[in-house]
């Protein structure tokens, strides 16, 4: 889907044809042209041919009905994958940045896929629209967007914040800014261009460890962007933005959920603006859960010295909901 190619279609149409096909892509939310009434017959079987409104898709829902899974099957036989998780008073999208990911995270599905290419703009926004499709019979939208699917955000920047515009435009989706968010492995280039960024989304930076060569092991983008750097920038992003972050802190069973990489955490954390998000792993193939029990003292440990903490529910982990785990299941078996 994109607005240039819509345009190109409606060339030789009156000019109010355009605004009339965005307000029933984005508002009406139309699968198919022919369900567009203010649109004459000829016009409406042009656009099905030329510009179809078909996202090719499958759904995987879980049974509680709180968390759908989309994949998407793009034209060129690459999958992404978009997740929705609904709340009482929200539904969240988490969105793809890229198809695959260059950065190899060892506990990450996508890393071990490999870098295919970037998601181009349309294809960001089309993931919001597939679930703001869905949810309309529920007499429901989207309220906020989440860029935590597959890919890293920040290496795909210039289409990711076109995208967020687009979904926080107010004549397309109008979703706040403050409703927004941005997850980054640590591209420091990424969140500096971010706290130049008119739109105030919020920043995630993926931590997973409170020290540098803990964080290597797990995450070779520290290599080059060693931690201290990244926390100075992060630093300055929040003075300039006046902007909580939050840290996301992935709990692997041994290997970064002992006391010792608590108080290593307080230490990095104390006085910054931001709080952390404990997120339990999902098994992808290495590495264990951490139990309960350590769970809870690592987050008493953070909570005692005065470190906020909120913890993450694994949404959706029987149908393989988190970072990558379907497209990397199902991208062999792709028909
Ligand atoms: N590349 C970006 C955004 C995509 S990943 C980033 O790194 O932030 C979104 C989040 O899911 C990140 O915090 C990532 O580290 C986490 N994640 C990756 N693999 C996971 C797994 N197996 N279990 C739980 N979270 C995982």
Avoid at 37 to 45: A, H, N, Q, R, W
Avoid at 124 to 129: P, T
Avoid at 134 to 162: A, C, F, R, S, W
Avoid at 301 to 317: C, K, M, P, S, Y
Wanted: hydrophobic letters at 40%; a positive charge; aromatic letters at 8%.
């Amino acid at each position: 889907m994109d607005f240039e190619l819509l345009k190109r279609v409606l060339e030789n149409e009156p000019g109010y044809r355009y605004k009339q096909a965005v307000r029933a892509i984005f508002l009406e939310l139309a699968d198919d042209w022919s369900q567009v009434s203010v649109l004459p017959k000829e016009l409406k079987s042009k656009l099905n041919s030329e510009f179809p409104l078909v996202i090719n898709h499958t759904l995987y829902e879980l049974s509680d009905g709180t968390t759908v899974k989309a994949l998407i099957h793009l034209s060129d036989g690459n999958n992404i994958e978009a997740v929705l998780m609904r709340h009482k008073d929200r539904n969240t999208v988490c969105v793809s940045s890229q198809a695959g990911c260059s950065m190899a995270c060892s506990f990450c599905a996508t890393g071990r896929l490999g870098y295919r290419r970037n998601l181009t703009k349309f294809e960001i926004v089309m993931q919001v629209l597939l679930f703001a499709r869905y949810l309309k019979p529920h007499q429901q939208g989207v309220t906020n967007v989440v860029v935590m699917g597959m890919g890293e955000p920040m290496l795909n920047y210039d289409n990711v914040i076109q995208a967020l515009r687009i979904v926080n435009s107010k004549d397309i989706f109008g979703i706040g800014a403050r409703k927004i968010s941005v997850s980054t492995c640590g591209i420091i280039p990424g969140i500096r261009r971010l706290s130049d960024e008119e739109m105030d989304i919020n920043l995630a930076i993926s931590l997973h460890a409170p020290e540098g060569s803990l964080r290597s092991k797990l995450m070779p983008v520290n290599n080059r962007f060693p931690l201290d750097d990244l926390m100075s920038e992060v630093k300055k992003y929040i003075s300039k933005k006046r902007r909580r972050v939050m840290f996301e802190y992935l709990l692997i069973s041994g290997v970064n959920d002992s006391k010792d990489c608590s108080m290593q955490l307080v230490k990095l954390l104390k006085g910054v603006l931001g709080f952390v998000n404990l997120i339990p792993y999902n098994y992808t193939g290495e590495y264990s859960v951490s139990d309960k029990q350590t769970v809870q003292e690592f987050r008493k440990t953070l909570e005692d010295n005065g470190i906020e903490v909120t913890q993450r529910f694994a949404h959706g982990r029987d149908i393989s909901a988190a970072c990558g785990q379907l497209a990397a299941q199902r991208v062999v078996s792709k028909k």
